[in-house]
């Protein structure tokens, strides 16, 4: 008779690395006890969804009982329309974020390495890791990410590199030319992830989210959400185009049904909408250099923005942290987002809101401007 050791685990024990990622934290939604409550925790456009996606969605409810298509053909279909590509090259996910994962998983494996920027969006470090890969971080140059310092990263061990362009919660971009040099330095095997999850805010000559260089290599791939301007964050859709070994490879791994009825023809509705994705850009253009002159006009730095969002950069003194400005904002019912899990503990990231939402936030943080000065 034998009996058990001892050592051996009374209840599943996770695979080694897997307790030791954080989990993400998504931004506060609300505060108790104010009204009204402006969220600028999540970068939602003010304006929400498309009416037409609305109505799509509407739509699709008598059909709750029948499962989506799996391939999210009218949904591929309308995007490769709007952008001039061929339908196969693309693979719809729930959110990008969905989208990122899978690539990880696909490509990265236990000794492997994956690249970000020092202040990348949080998700390209756990994919990493749930995939058995080690995150290598690149350090940034004004906080913005450096192709020099990506480049120093890359080893025999590398097989991915991330990179938000525009980057969230900083806010900086890189001019396409220099995602090009990045590209060029890079070995044929590792896969480059430009992450265009705030394309369509971008009003810089020197930008592109990269579809011309999707297009023509074996080693680019380009994701974008429909949670952002397109206002779906609800219903979680996201797309990629790449190369189709690289599609394949996704389609390989990825839920049968990942996207619902819903999420299909709402987002196929919301990019044919044209006029309101285009009214959302404007209330940001118009928008974004207010409050960035404001913010800067009470005595606190703002990284140059090209989102939907600031980065306000607040002293290391008491009274004045950025903590401090977060519970004074919640208190006012203005809900912004900490960044500290991004490295950056004195600065806080505020959404472009709407009307009402950013006058709010100004003249809350002018109080605590005030209050601070005065205690």
């Not at 934290?25 to 409550?37: L, N, R």
């Not at 913005?144 to 480049?151: E, G, K, N, Q, W």
């Not at 990019?271 to 006009?297: F, K, Q, S, Y």
């Amino acid at each position: 008779m034998t009996t058990a050791s001892p050592d051996l685990a009374l209840r599943p024990v996770p695979r080694p690395g897997v307790l030791a990622i954080e989990a993400y934290v998504p931004g506060k939604s609300g505060a108790s006890g104010t009204h009204p409550v402006y969220k600028l925790s999540s970068n939602e456009t003010p304006l929400g969804p498309s009416p037409a996606a609305v109505a799509a969605l509407h739509g699709t409810a008598g059909g709750l009982a029948l499962y989506p298509d799996g391939n999210s053909t009218l949904l591929r279909e309308a995007i490769a329309t709007k952008y001039g590509l061929d339908p196969a090259r693309i693979v719809c996910g729930a959110g990008s974020d969905e989208l990122l994962s899978l690539l990880a998983y696909a490509y990265v494996g236990p000794g492997d390495e994956g690249i970000y920027a020092e202040h990348g969006f949080l998700v390209y470090r756990i994919a990493i890791l749930a995939a058995g890969g080690t995150p290598v971080v690149a350090p940034e140059r004004d906080l913005t990410a450096d192709v020099d310092a990506i480049l120093a990263a890359v080893t025999p061990r590398t097989r991915i590199v991330f990179i938000a362009n525009p980057n969230n919660p900083t806010g900086t971009y890189l001019p396409f030319a220099e995602v090009q040099r990045l590209h060029a330095g890079l070995p044929g095997n590792v896969i480059l992830v430009l992450d265009g999850a705030y394309a369509e805010y971008v009003r810089r000559n020197d930008y592109s989210a990269g579809l011309d260089l999707v297009l023509n290599a074996d080693n680019v791939v380009m994701t974008r959400t429909f949670s952002k301007i397109y206002g779906l964050a609800a219903l979680r859709i996201g797309w990629m185009v790449g190369p189709a070994a690289v599609v394949d490879a996704l389609n390989r791994i990825r839920g049968p049904f990942n996207l619902s009825s819903a999420g299909i023809a709402a987002g196929a509705a919301a990019i044919d909408d044209e006029a309101h994705v285009a009214a959302a850009a404007a209330h940001n253009a118009a928008w974004l250099p207010r409050l960035t002159d404001a913010v800067t006009a009470l005595g606190l730095a703002v990284t140059p923005s090209v989102g939907n969002f600031i980065l306000v950069h607040f002293p290391d003194a008491p009274g004045r942290t950025a903590a401090a400005a977060d519970a004074f904002l919640t208190g006012r019912g203005v809900i912004t987002r900490r960044v500290a899990s991004y490295g950056l503990p004195n600065a806080l990231r505020v959404t472009v809101g709407s009307d009402a939402a950013n006058e709010a936030f100004l003249a809350a943080l002018a109080d605590f401007i005030g209050s601070a000065r005065d205690a």
